[in-house]
């Protein structure tokens, strides 16, 4: 190859003037994009087989592909490029200038196959890969014969190189930035780009170098021209570079189906392994001839032997005589276990039990497909044992516990309401009520309606705690509980653990102490301190309201006489007597309290003057009128009342009383047995 430049005593003016078939120009364009997409797919199968002898038959007829294409793009643009003058090709320079496209191809396939690539890395291979195509087109351009002097101008023989290795540089940055988006939709963009660059890179420099030519007219014109016909060089390359591609893009594209499916069934293979080493229980396969195909690594570590015997290929019986060295039986030889567990082997019914020198236990369960293959499943139950185990003691605490709880202790299914569990307390309770309590029984003392209400609160709220309840017995007895329950597992369903406590005898206690506290002990109306407090409250009440409200103080006349003459037990009747009969002239609202010896008061909410007069007058009558006979003795007594009405100038409910007591003070004064009202 013999270049020569331009010199400033040339004139270019002379140079032939040639022209472009733009047809071929696209099509020479389409054969360096073709080369690209050859060079991109060879170098996934190099990067995917690296390390492998394989690999090389990848990089090496990617090369080939590759380069063929470049050679191809470059004489298919020749014969574009259209001279005045006849152009024919040596055959020989023509096919030797495949060469250093070949070898830049290998270079471009190499870095191509890397994921990523450093700014030097990336520097060497585009400076190599475009001086092989650089390379390439000026040994093809020397390979011309033509009756002219080919002079190349060096500013633009440079540029033809420069550019070459920029975009060179830049198509394997693409690369690498590519196989960051390899699972995403900008990676066909990024590597379509990516080629386009490459093929801008050889059409770039070889459209370059051919602006950098010129062909200078010979003084003397040799005589014919020997050398492939522009015809014969069109037919080479066609069945050349078409042969090559197309059997290198075929081949490619074939692999990569072949791969991706190969990456489908070892991801599918690995997903069913993962699948398979996650579960709890020992998992082994065999196939027809009864050899281990594989075994999880639960299964490998649940006997003590040696791992690495149990590997694919060993035999059934090989892999059962290994663990029969770890078994503990009833049997007293191991041949024993051997035996017994190769007739089990053959007849895969229910399921094998073993224990192991350890003291673990292990379950196995075979079953054999139609294929022939045989799956086993070995679980060790040991720890599900311990659990077992310690649910059974912890049971027995609990149990122990409700035993010796000081209260009566049932335990009810929440669904079916059934008596599950009872204490000694709890039997007492029922015996208590002349109820019999039996476990399986759904029927409660409480009844069907108050379960329901209780069920219902329980499984909203989780818990009942210390509710009171109160039922009637079979012998009409009212019974007062206090009621807890709580939500828990017994048994292995849920159940309501319900705990009560008899308080019928405080509530009844707490009954008197409470009557006690607002009675009094003689008469059984109400004391001086309850009918104050109520009172005060009617006062409030009234006051806010604008209500009325009234109040009548009485006093028995001469009740010291009565005593003196008759005795006090006869004093004392006199007391009930009258109380009696200002009940029976009173209404359910109307309060009557005994607030001194012989003194009374009654309060009238929502009654006005006039009206509470009329009831202090029928009071007044029919204490006159009675006659009380003990003893033989008819004895009579009467009654002095004072009334005030609740006014503007009663601010407190002691002044209420003040001026009742004042009123009754005046009705004593002017003679007894009469009613007085208080002034306003």
Request: charged fraction near 20%.
């Amino acid at each position: 190859m013999n270049l020569m430049f331009l010199d400033s005593n040339q004139n270019i003016s002379i140079a032939l003037q040639a022209d472009y078939s733009w047809g071929l120009v696209v099509i020479s364009y389409c054969a360096a994009y073709m080369a690209a997409y050859t060079a991109w797919g060879m170098s996934e199968q190099f990067r995917l087989n690296r390390g492998r002898t394989v690999s090389y038959f990848w990089l090496g007829g990617g090369a080939i592909a590759m380069g063929c294409g470049i050679w191809a793009m470059h004489f298919i643009a020749m014969l574009a490029y259209q001279l005045p003058i006849p152009v024919a090709y040596d055959l020989r320079g023509t096919l030797l200038s495949v060469i250093p496209a070949i070898l830049a191809s290998i270079i471009a396939i190499y870095f191509f196959s890397y994921e990523r690539l450093n700014l030097l890395q990336s520097a060497v291979g585009g400076i190599i890969f475009g001086a092989g195509i650089g390379t390439m087109h000026y040994s093809g351009m020397a390979a011309m014969h033509i009756n002219a002097q080919m002079l190349y101008d060096k500013n633009l023989f440079i540029a033809s190189i420069f550019i070459a290795v920029a975009l060179s540089y830049l198509a394997l940055w693409l690369k690498t930035r590519a196989t960051r988006y390899r699972n995403s939709s900008a990676y066909h963009q990024i590597k379509a780009l990516s080629l386009a660059i490459v093929a801008a890179a050889i059409a770039a420099m070889h459209y370059m170098g051919m602006a950098a030519v010129y062909f200078l007219p010979l003084e003397k014109a040799k005589g014919s021209i020997e050398g492939l016909e522009p015809f014969a060089l069109a037919v080479l390359v066609i069945v050349i570079t078409g042969l090559i591609m197309g059997l290198g893009i075929l081949t490619n594209l074939f692999q990569s189906r072949l791969n991706l499916a190969y990456q489908s069934v070892e991801t599918s293979k690995e997903q069913l392994n993962s699948a398979i080493n996650s579960i709890s229980d020992g998992f082994v396969l065999f196939d027809d001839q009864d050899k281990l195909v594989m075994a999880n690594n639960v299964f490998k570590d649940m006997y003590k032997g040696d791992k690495n015997l149990i590997q694919p290929g060993i035999s059934y019986q090989s892999l059962v005589a290994e663990q029969s060295l770890f078994i503990t039986s009833e049997e007293s030889h191991h041949r024993d276990y051997f035996d017994k567990r190769l007739h089990w082997h053959d007849n895969p019914v229910g399921i094998f039990n073993e224990t192991l020198t350890d003291g673990r236990q292990i379950l196995g369960k075979e079953h054999r497909a139609e294929t022939g293959d045989l799956v086993g499943t070995w679980t060790d139950i040991s720890p599900l044992k311990k659990v077992e185990e310690k649910l059974r003691e912890s049971r027995e605490q609990i149990t122990r516990i409700l035993e010796f709880s000081p209260c009566p202790i049932v335990i009810r299914a929440l669904k079916t309401r059934a008596l599950l569990y009872f204490n000694e307390q709890a039997s007492r309770f029922y015996q208590s009520i002349n109820t019999s309590i039996n476990l399986g029984e759904s029927d409660t003392f409480l009844g069907i309606e108050n379960m329901m209400e209780l069920g219902k609160e329980l499984m909203e709220k989780g818990e009942i705690h210390d509710k009171e309840l109160q039922f009637t017995t079979k012998d009409s007895k009212q019974v007062t509980l206090i009621y807890s329950a709580v939500v828990a597992s017994y048994e292995y369903q849920p159940a309501a653990i319900i705990s009560f406590m008899d308080i019928t005898e405080r509530k009844n206690l707490e009954e008197e102490l409470r009557t006690m506290a607002q009675t009094d002990s003689l008469t059984g109306v109400f004391n001086r301190r309850y009918f104050t407090d109520m009172g005060k409250r009617e006062f409030m009440r009234c006051r806010r309201n604008h209500l009325p409200l009234s109040l009548i103080i009485l006093d028995i006349d001469h009740f010291k006489r009565i005593n003196d003459q008759y005795g006090h037990d006869i004093g004392d009747e006199a007391i009930k007597t009258l109380c009696e009969l200002c009940r029976l002239n009173l209404r359910d609202l109307e309060m009557l309290a005994r607030i001194g010896g012989e003194e009374f008061a009654i309060l009238l909410p929502d009654k006005n003057l006039a009206t509470s007069l009329k009831v202090a007058t029928r009071i007044r009558e029919v204490i006159e009128q009675n006659i009380l006979q003990i003893r033989g003795q008819d004895i009579q007594y009467t009654v002095s009342m004072g009334i005030c009405e609740l006014n503007s100038e009663h601010e407190q409910f002691e002044a209420l009383i003040k001026s009742a007591d004042v009123a009754l003070f005046k009705a004593k004064d002017l003679g007894r047995n009469r009613i007085e009202t208080a002034s306003t």
